[in-house]
């Protein structure tokens, strides 16, 4: 039962953690992906197949990119992906889309193809996840809808788009859609919904616009005050947009402002202030190398000299611009410049060839298109006609304006009505995709309903199984913790009393022997006594050792040995221990040999009295040990940051036994010959206990010339603080 429960705890954290996994994976995909330059995105959309549908983020990621620097590319891409969303929809997929491929064909005034792709988004009858694409979606239905003249569907789309935006807190986004709106306001030549959108967007356009947009919606509000013929009003703006402008001075954003503070004063009447305006722009016109603007500036400059009745510089201005329109090949001010020119010919009663203009202008107009200058060239027609007594020519053309006014007037009409049917289907199929979205959201809620029931009962299963384990893991550990303690007891009882026992032995021999020649020399049963007395200086020099050692052992064991760590240079300090120490090997006839590939200046941060006891205990084992005509080597280096101390010597060795029970204390190979010379077997015991309080590491092994090689690695860094 226990183990069924373990089971299924297991398997259920493993499945949180798979999906913590992947979830993190797919995440570091998409950020893999999303950071991908054009070229990259192109050469993956080529590696996996333009007809392959796992393209289709890639494609779109790639339009996102690039719609504005390079559309061709934009264009190529987005169809591709749209022909695949065909076959299997992606509502998200294809907001992303249409809220940038449309931009491309907008820009080249292609409306029908931008409106084919918002098209395919709606027929999906969905709303995409992310309410911001699918405002963007809106705006770009907006632009579409403006430009082809259905003002009724673009208020109201741009509206829906503001309500979403608003939801995101999107401010910049509300800002130039009111300021959208505004526009279209001005164009319906309603000002005061204008204005009133101007003052909204206003406020949100300075917080997050550039200094360029700004000027834009502060000027557009001033020439909504001047038509209202409210002076103070449109001045107050415009000294505004003049403290903006004097930041972007002498860019085309400055020209087009003076032109348009000059066209606000010509409306107002006041053609001196008009005048400077246009000196103003003049000057800033002369800064840049925008030809229109500068046709347009000189176009604003011949109103008001006919204002005036100064028909020489308004002709000489109309010239001026004239030429540019060629220049830059703009049929548009080109026939501007000939209705401003007919009005002066019949100013200065040239009927004549005001007609000749105006009738080369009727055809320019016709070829290109521009039909909203019709209703400017129609009336000068008819005068000049009735200027030359031409009276039923001139009839014929206003029965004609009104005839085109009256056709107008009813297209306006029916195509109010037709944006009205456009709206209410637009509202029905709003609402069949909110039915079906509060259905799927119903669906949703009671499917994750039930999901949280179930996983409530599966956490508190596993709670309880938890709860379960945990209280078992517990028992279990208490009672292995008891029987570890109890068995660490009686093993430390065992190694005490073992202990005891070896250090009464070794001290009961010795005291033995030296009972022995005491009696006699007492009883002068020694023909030597000289060495008698040696002997048994010999034996008490053996129990001092056999103490001190068992003192330095237990003092460690109780935290209680003394240490004065501090850095020494560790060179100079070796040099010193083997000249106070090599007459030892030479004294037993063995040959000791030195390798200190070390730094003259390296640091180890060490208690050098301690260390020279453990150099100490190596060696004289070493000496010790060694048969006769044997050799000693000691190689110092540093291995990893460490300091590393080899003492290696030649036979007799040990066995590997031997050797893992060679830091056991009171442990000798020999115990018999170990005696005689002196060992207590306590030596190499103390040694690892000095290291390992060095934070350091000492190990026993078998060495190349036939004995052991003994290795001490200690730490070069500084140690941390002992509290020994």
């Given at each position: ?6 089971n299924?705890?297991f398997?259920?954290?493993?499945l949180?953690?798979?999906?913590g ?8 995909k ?10 990259e ?67 080249r ?55 979403i ?32 959108y ?10 997050h616009?550039r ?68 000196d103003?722009?003049k ?21 008001l ?9 308004a ?9 540019i ?23 200065t009663n040239?009927?004549n ?5 105006l ?76 039915e ?33 384990i ?10 292995k ?7 660490l ?38 023909d ?5 007395y040696?002997?048994?200086?010999s ?89 006769k ?96």
């Amino acid at each position: 039962m226990f183990r069924y429960i373990a089971n299924t705890l297991f398997f259920a954290l493993v499945l949180v953690s798979t999906c913590g996994s992947l979830n993190a994976q797919t995440q570091t995909k998409k950020n893999a992906n999303d950071s991908k330059s054009v070229a990259e995105l192109e050469s993956s959309i080529e590696q996996i197949g333009l007809n392959d549908s796992s393209t289709i983020p890639l494609m779109r990621r790639l339009v996102r990119r690039c719609w504005l620097k390079c559309p061709d590319k934009a264009e190529f891409f987005g169809q591709q992906a749209l022909q695949l969303l065909l076959n299997s929809p992606n509502i998200d997929e294809l907001a992303l889309i249409a809220g940038y491929l449309p931009r491309i064909y907008i820009d080249r005034g292609d409306f029908a193809s931008a409106q084919k792709i918002i098209d395919q988004f709606y027929s999906v009858n969905k709303k995409p996840t992310n309410a911001n694409d699918y405002a963007r979606v809106l705006s770009n239905q907006g632009i579409i809808y403006r430009e082809t003249g259905q003002l009724l569907l673009a208020r109201n789309t741009y509206l829906q788009a503001i309500d979403i935006y608003t939801t995101l807190n999107n401010n910049r986004a509300i800002g130039n859609l009111y300021n959208n709106l505004a526009v279209l306001s001005l164009e319906s030549n309603d000002v005061g919904d204008a204005l009133e959108y101007f003052l909204k967007a206003l406020p949100l356009i300075e917080e997050h616009s550039r200094v360029e947009q700004q000027v834009t919606t502060i000027s557009n509000i001033a020439v909504a005050y001047g038509q209202l013929k409210d002076r103070d009003s449109s001045e107050k703006y415009l000294a505004r947009a003049a403290d903006l402008v004097s930041q972007i001075e002498h860019t085309r954003k400055a020209t087009e402002f003076y032109k348009m503070k000059a066209s606000i004063y010509i409306g107002l009447g006041d053609y001196q202030a008009a005048e400077k305006a246009l000196d103003e722009a003049k000057i800033s016109a002369k800064m840049h190398e925008s030809e229109d603007i500068k046709g347009e500036m000189h176009l604003v400059s011949a109103k008001l000299f006919l204002l005036k009745e100064d028909y020489e510089n308004a002709f000489a201005s109309l010239d001026t611009a004239s030429d540019i329109a060629e220049k830059i090949g703009s049929s548009p001010m080109a026939n501007r410049v000939k209705i401003e020119q007919a009005k002066i010919l019949l100013k200065t009663n040239k009927p004549n060839n005001a007609i000749a203009i105006l009738t080369e202008a009727e055809k320019s107009i016709k070829d290109s298109g521009q039909t909203y200058l019709f209703d400017a060239v129609q009336p000068l027609l008819a005068s000049a006609y009735e200027n030359i007594g031409e009276f039923e020519k001139s009839l014929t053309i206003v029965k004609k304006q009104n005839q085109d006014l009256a056709e107008k007037m009813e297209n306006d009409r029916e195509s109010r009505i037709a944006q009205l049917s456009v709206l209410l289907k637009q509202h029905e199929q709003e609402s069949i995709i909110n039915e079906m979205t509060a259905s799927r959201a119903e669906s949703q809620a009671k499917l994750a309903q039930e999901q949280i029931r179930q996983q409530g009962l599966i956490i508190i299963a596993l709670f309880f199984a938890f709860l379960l384990i945990s209280m078992v893991i517990i028992l279990y550990q208490k009672r292995k913790l008891l029987l570890t303690k109890t068995k660490l007891a009686t093993e430390s009882v065992t190694r005490k009393n073992q202990m005891l026992s070896d250090i009464s032995h070794e001290l009961r021999t010795p005291l033995a022997a030296l009972k022995l020649q005491v009696e006699t020399l007492e009883y002068d049963l020694t023909d030597d006594p000289k060495q008698t007395y040696k002997a048994i200086h010999s034996k008490i020099g053996n129990l001092n050792y056999l103490i001190n050692d068992v003192l330095q052992l237990s003092l460690a064991d109780a935290g209680q040995l003394t240490f004065n760590l501090k850095a020494i240079m560790i060179k100079p300090f070796l040099n010193a221990w083997i000249e106070n120490n090599d007459a030892l090997a030479e004294e037993r006839k063995l040959a000791f040999s030195t390798i200190l590939d070390i730094p003259p200046k390296l640091l180890c941060y060490c208690d050098a009295e301690r260390l020279s006891q453990v150099l100490d205990n190596i060696y004289t084992n070493s000496c010790k040990y060694t048969d006769k005509g044997g050799q000693i080597m000691l190689k110092v280096a540093v291995d990893n940051n460490m300091l590393s101390i080899t003492f290696e010597d030649s036979a007799p060795g040990m066995s590997s036994e031997e050797l893992a029970q060679s830091f056991d204390r009171l442990y000798r190979v020999d115990k018999s010959r170990s005696r005689d010379l002196g060992g207590s077997g306590l030596g190499l015991s103390i040694s690892k206990t000095l290291i390992n309080l060095h934070k350091g590491m000492i190990t026993c092994d078998h060495s190349n010339l036939g004995g052991l090689k003994v290795v001490i690695l200690l730490p070069l860094e500084q140690n941390a603080e002992h509290s020994l």
